[in-house]
């Protein structure tokens, strides 16, 4: 919980940033939440109910997530070396 919070804090700090329309994608795009292959707001919506989490819990979770994805991205991607490794 405290990696996760830190993450989070530092994201924010960076200023990592997720369009709305990401998020909406990604919620879209969810397995547990199609019929056929296809977005289901009220089955959405009754997934949600069923674990206790609100609409907008959930978008602040998907976004959240998102952002440090994004984070743990760039590290991937950055060249860091430690002195040792420069020697």
Do not use: C, H, W
Not at 22 to 36: G, L
Not at 45 to 71: H, K, M, T
């Amino acid at each position: 919980f405290i990696r996760q919070a830190l993450v989070e804090e530092r994201t924010e700090s960076m200023g990592y940033r997720v369009p709305t329309a990401q998020v909406e994608e990604y919620i879209r795009n969810e397995p547990a939440f199609q019929v056929d292959g296809k977005f289901s707001e009220n089955l959405a919506l009754a997934r949600l109910a069923q674990i206790g989490v609100s609409v907008d819990a959930y978008r602040a979770d998907v976004r959240s997530n998102l952002r440090n994805q994004e984070l743990q991205r760039a590290l991937t991607l950055s060249d860091f070396r430690t002195p040792l490794e420069v020697e």
